[in-house]
């Protein structure tokens, strides 16, 4: 994961009875000069033209890409007879500068849906935690919790209707409805998928390896949960961009829980690197 800043101060716009400088970034003024919470968008009809023309970097546009983020993480999700298990690493890079190890790449939306980070650090936690937000807003209306499929469904909404802004997200929504266990994966362009196995990052080849090798939907949750820690295990000793602490989550019919946050290295010298 990454965290880009970027200064749009010059963009805002002036309102009568608020000026640029008597305001915060992320506040705007109505026109009775009443402070309103809002995004500060560039003063045009087509803000995401303005974002490509203007904020691309030369490598972005060989790349076809508004803005080049330089970010690397491991995280993953599968289905199994027990539920879902999600495992994720704990580091956040800038390029090749290690920013983090300590980031908290799963999202804990409500008791049941848990939503994980892979891509710009900013971008993920505001939007999923804007989601949380969103699904509690339904809960009262509705009486009844969001299925997992709706979930993903308001994050895709909403994501699609900042595409081509430069988001940078690749994001798995997982929890247990009244169907049962599900898995979604929402992406920056708005896709969203359903599926039985997901990892993202730039460590998921190393973690798909491990996950081919040894996923079957009849594991035991102890076999799962190992199965889990494994294959981040592996992206983070593989992978540059990956690593810290190994957090596993399995989530079940009584909702989620944490099951561990082990150090990599610890693992690596206690566990794995002694069994190979």
């Not at 209707?161 to 169907?179: C, E, V």
């Amino acid at each position: 994961a990454v965290l880009t800043m970027v200064d749009l101060g010059f963009l805002q716009s002036t309102l009568p009875g608020c000026t640029p400088s008597s305001r915060p970034m992320s506040s705007a003024c109505d026109w009775d000069g009443e402070s309103v919470l809002e995004f500060a968008l560039p003063p045009l009809a087509d803000p995401s033209q303005f974002v490509k023309e203007h904020l691309v970097t030369e490598k972005g546009v060989e790349d076809n890409k508004y803005i080049k983020m330089e970010k690397g993480t491991t995280t993953l999700a599968f289905l199994f007879q027990g539920g879902v298990i999600v495992a994720v690493d704990s580091r956040a890079t800038m390029g090749n500068y290690i920013s983090s190890q300590t980031v908290k790449k799963v999202i804990e939306i409500n008791p049941y849906l848990l939503g994980t980070m892979a891509g710009g650090a900013a971008d993920c936690s505001y939007w999923e935690r804007e989601l949380g937000i969103q699904c509690r807003l339904f809960e009262l209306r509705s009486k009844r919790r969001p299925s997992v499929a709706a979930a993903a469904k308001m994050l895709q909404n909403t994501i699609y209707q900042y595409r081509n802004y430069g988001l940078s997200m690749g994001t798995m929504i997982a929890g247990w409805d009244h169907t049962g266990p599900a898995l979604f994966y929402v992406s920056d362009d708005g896709t969203r998928l359903k599926g039985n196995i997901f990892s993202v990052g730039s460590g998921s080849p190393f973690a798909y390896g491990v996950l081919d090798s040894g996923y079957s939907y009849d594991l035991s949750v102890e076999d799962a949960i190992q199965l889990g820690r494994r294959a981040i295990y592996q992206a983070t000793h593989r992978d540059a961009y990956s690593g810290g602490f190994i957090n596993v989550y399995h989530i079940h019919e009584e909702g989620w829980t944490k099951i561990s946050s082990d150090d990599m290295n610890d693992l690596h010298y206690e566990r794995y690197a002694v069994q190979a």
